[in-house]
């Protein structure tokens, strides 16, 4: 599907998990780690963790409603600790987002090749960046082993001070960075969040389907929508 698009694009925004990260490869091994640590042998408590995160523990997934798919951490940070019986605080965040960083990190997982899409956009001359409701230290740790850093001008999570998706304040924020207007970029995502941040800026929304979000949940939202990220090198060509 593709929509009449006609501003040029000097600029590409893309989310990270579900467009460029394998969420479920990547998130479900990482995330059970991770809630496993924090009951610390509890197994009520752990399952508390689960239930919250919407996790299927047989198969290491989430369901598509889980709150880690889209949301920042002080969403489902908080539902952890009531699980936990701890503070949904700044600290307890701080907490997730490191143990979470790490684990991720180490079973990171790519669709497709991004360094390899990155690579052709740059030499087209996009300025390109990336954007998460994940902390900013996973943003760049991932970055960094997917060996996209060099090619990203901006990296924005939850946490850098932009807002967290929708708010369109972190495309806004890239725009600025690389001096290009919001009409002008493209943002490139998996779930409505991203394409509603796009459209809340004044930027253009391209929705993938790499994620959990089906193409009729996407489409309303979309200018135009394509089956993974891999493609959206031939969409710009095409325009």
């Known amino acids: 599907m593709q929509a009449s698009v006609q501003q040029p694009i000097r ?5 990270k998990d579900g467009t460029l990260v394998d969420f479920q490869r990547t ?15 509890n197994r009520a408590a752990y399952d508390r963790l689960v239930a919250a995160s919407r996790f299927v523990e047989a198969e290491r997934r989430f369901l598509p409603d889980s ?10 940070g908080a539902l952890w600790a009531t699980a936990l019986g701890r503070p ?27 360094k390899t899409l990155l690579t052709l956009l740059a030499a087209r001359g996009y300025r390109l960046g990336m954007i998460t409701n994940d902390a900013e ?14 090619y990203l001008e901006f990296v924005a999570g939850y946490d850098s001070g932009f807002g967290a998706k929708p708010d369109p304040g972190p495309v806004l924020a890239f725009a600025q960075a690389v001096g290009v207007p919001p009409s002008e970029i493209a943002v ?3 779930t409505v969040l991203d394409l509603a941040g ?7 929304a391209i929705g993938v389907l790499t994620g959990p979000a089906p193409s009729a949940i996407l489409a309303p939202h979309a200018d135009a929508l394509l089956a993974s990220p891999a493609e959206f090198a031939a ?4 325009r």
């Open 188 to 190: 490139v995502g998996d």
């Open 11 to 15: 600029a590409i925004l893309f989310d």
């Open 137 to 150: 230290i996973t943003a760049r740790a991932h970055a960094r082993k997917l060996g996209l850093d060099k």
């Open 27 to 41: 998130w479900g091994p990482a995330a059970q780690a991770v809630m496993q640590r924090l009951a610390s042998g």
């Open 88 to 114: 949904a605080n700044a600290e307890f965040f701080a907490e997730i987002d490191q143990l979470l960083c790490d684990a991720t990190t180490q079973h990171l997982a790519a669709i497709g090749d991004p």
């Open 67 to 76: 709150p880690l798919i889209a949301e920042p951490t002080s969403v489902y």
């Open 235 to 238: 969409w710009l060509n095409s």
């Open 198 to 204: 796009a459209r809340a800026a004044g930027a253009i």
